[in-house]
């Protein structure tokens, strides 16, 4: 996820660029650059490694680079590590067409290809700077306008983007398209915006209008002329925008955990889309997005997975699930225990590390530990260059773009599909997933983005329900299975940002102890979504409810029997049961969400905690 702006008017560009930068570095942060032009002269390419700071001092705070009309971006890397040369913009090779881009180009590599083919050189190792030269490659091969010539590219890219181009012939001009990336067009006098959300322009202009998915406009300093794909000009509905500047960079959202529970469906579906490789029918997982062949895979017989945290709690859902599709061994260690405990590893076994932010000091160790005793390591991680994803042989990058918020939500999603994807891998591997079962199980995974937004679409209820415990000091979470693994992230979400003392138990272990701590009233949730397993469950819940407790049951479509059970009930669509955890923790995010809210606390910054623990 990245953050793309621009301008066009008569005011210096580049200061203006900056500034709506600076308000979109949450979208992505490691590193940035701007083009400018002043008249018809060539454009100005000022592009920098880092923080949006370093490319401001390298410009001076944009006073060294003059003109009018410019586009800057910030970025997350996807495609290419973070670097100077593959910051954007991105620029053909003659100079001809410079582009910014938000999103992800999946079949780039054969448009690579094809335009080696027609003699394209590519200085960068990203999927934008092949969108910016297929624009120039139609824009000459058929001598035809900028407009035409974005929408051939788009016809012909599969993925997302939003893109802003300028083009050699046509100073004064900005054109974009967007498809999946959001894309937001500020109307100003004699002035003319365009950002990836509304607070990248929200102080020069409070009109805007929406570019939707394969639609174009052109921008100039006069106005804005919106295209469909045809190439036909449409008509857009001016929007009033009343956020103020705070609630903007939230995408009018109150919090950045909300806006990332919410951003969860679109992230998941990209991280599936970066991690498989077919056509519907035939489709298996990309080993190269691990960067694993389907012999080191198969000569693993062990799984080791360690992480901290909520990266944890993904390996203990992706225990189950690779276990019982792969037969393969698994144990998940809490990363700082691993670190000390001299692990009994062999060249056989694969450790796991999962780490959103690839720096945690003990995840960081655990993985030195483990390469060193001459195991092969597997990194999942959300930021490109990391420590951990250097560190390791190899690496698989969640999509879930920049997260904000210290309590995880999407980074922790798209950690869950990469394990599913792994599972799906070994298993064929293996050879205890025939193609067959692995297309039926990427096709059920393509579902569950849908079935969060169902689940998203009746958060009320779920904020009705927090609001009656706002106030409850000891919660217990309870489930069998992945809904034990998942009941854990439940616990900790709770925990973490609404301060109550909450934890999340084997629903078969209460009555080995903890049942002594239930009494009227105490809050027991339910997680039964493994049909086995459920009966069993029921009996745990009815233990509790024996004893006073006051029972939510969290289950699927279904099971409504539940409701003679539980006090309260909360129900996710049905899926594969190994991709249950994914649905289950929405409402779980959710009730912790609310909860904090309700107790008036920082959500996004609880006490004592940091986004990043690199100390022990
Ligand atoms: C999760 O909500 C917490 N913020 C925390 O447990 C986090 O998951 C843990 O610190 C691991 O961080 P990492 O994924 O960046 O390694």
Redesign the pocket.
């Known amino acids: 996820m990245c953050g793309i702006v621009g301008i066009v008017g008569k005011r210096a560009a580049a200061p203006i660029l900056l500034e709506g930068l600076s308000k979109l570095e949450y979208r992505g942060y490691d590193s940035a650059g701007i083009a400018v032009r002043d008249g018809d002269k060539k454009p100005v390419v000022v592009k920098a490694k880092g923080r949006l700071s370093v490319l401001s001092e390298k410009t001076d705070g944009g006073k060294s680079v003059k003109g009018s009309c410019g586009i800057g971006h910030t970025r997350w890397a996807t495609h290419g590590e973070p670097s100077e040369i593959n910051a954007h913009p991105h620029v053909s090779d003659d100079g001809n067409v410079i582009g910014i881009h938000n999103g992800i180009i999946e079949n780039y590599q054969e448009l690579r290809d094809k335009l080696i083919r027609h003699d394209y050189k590519f200085y960068s190792g990203t999927d934008s700077e092949v969108a910016v030269k297929l624009i120039d490659y139609y824009y000459k091969k058929y001598q035809i306008g900028p407009i035409d010539a974005i929408a051939k590219t788009m016809v012909r890219v599969r993925g997302s983007y939003a893109l802003a181009v300028m083009f050699e012939d046509y100073p004064g001009e900005i054109y974009v398209a967007r498809k999946d990336s959001p894309l937001v067009i500020g109307l100003g006098e004699g002035e003319n915006f365009l950002g990836s959300d509304v607070p990248a322009i929200l102080k020069y202009t409070d009109h805007v209008t929406y570019i939707n998915d394969m639609e174009m406009a052109r921008l100039t300093a006069d106005g804005v002329e919106y295209y469909n794909l045809d190439g036909d000009k449409i008509e857009k509905e001016v929007v009033l925008i009343d956020w103020d500047a705070a609630a903007a960079e939230k995408g009018g959202y109150e919090h950045f955990m909300i806006k990332e529970i919410h951003e969860q469906p679109g992230v998941i579906r990209d991280t599936i889309g970066s991690g498989i490789k077919g056509e519907p029918g035939s489709r298996t997982v990309n080993l190269e997005s691990f960067g694993l062949t389907a012999e080191q895979l198969k000569g693993v017989d062990n799984i080791v997975i360690t ?5 944890y709690h993904v390996g203990m859902v992706a225990q189950y699930v690779i276990e019982d599709l792969t037969r393969v061994p698994v144990r998940v260690e809490l990363a700082s225990e691993f670190r000390y405990r001299q692990p009994i590893l062999s060249e056989k076994t694969l450790v796991v590390v ?7 000091a003990d ?1 960081l160790a655990a993985l030195r530990e483990a390469r060193d005793l001459g195991c092969h390591t597997l990194a999942i991680v959300n930021v490109m260059g990391s420590s951990i994803a250097r560190d390791a042989d190899s690496s698989f990058l969640t999509l879930a773009g920049p997260e904000i918020s ?3 939500t999407k ?1 922790y999603s798209t950690q869950l599909v990469a394990m599913y994807l792994l599972a799906m891998a070994l298993g064929e591997a293996k050879g205890t997933l025939e193609p067959a079962e692995t297309e039926a199980l990427i096709a059920e995974l393509l579902t569950i983005p849908e079935k969060i937004e169902k689940i998203l679409s009746e958060k009320e209820r779920i904020q009705w329900f927090a609001s009656k415990f706002a106030s409850a000091r000891d919660v217990f979470y309870i489930g069998r299975g992945v809904d034990y693994a998942s009941c854990l992230e439940g616990s ?2 709770l925990k ?1 940002i609404s301060y109550i003392h909450s934890e999340a138990y084997a629903a078969g272990e209460l009555k080995h102890g903890t049942i002594s701590l239930i009494e009227e009233g105490i809050l027991v949730i339910g997680v039964l979504t493994q049909s086995a397993l459920y009966e069993k469950t029921v009996s745990n819940i009815v233990e509790v409810k024996s004893r006073g407790a006051y029972v939510c049951g969290l289950t699927t479509y279904g099971n409504y029997d539940i409701e003679d059970t539980a006090d309260f009930t909360v129900f996710v669509p049905k899926t594969d049961e190994h991709f249950a955890p994914s649905l289950s923790v929405v409402p779980l995010q959710l009730m912790g969400y609310y909860i904090s809210v309700m107790k008036g606390l920082d959500v996004d910054k609880p006490r004592n ?1 940091a ?3 690199t100390v022990e």
């Not at 992480?307 to 990266?311: D, E, L, P, V, Y």
């Not at 999962?354 to 945690?360: A, C, D, F, H």
């Open positions: 992480a901290c945290g909520s990266a999962i780490s959103q932010s690839g720096e945690t995840s210290v309590a995880t980074a900790l979400k973490e905690l986004k990043s623990v």
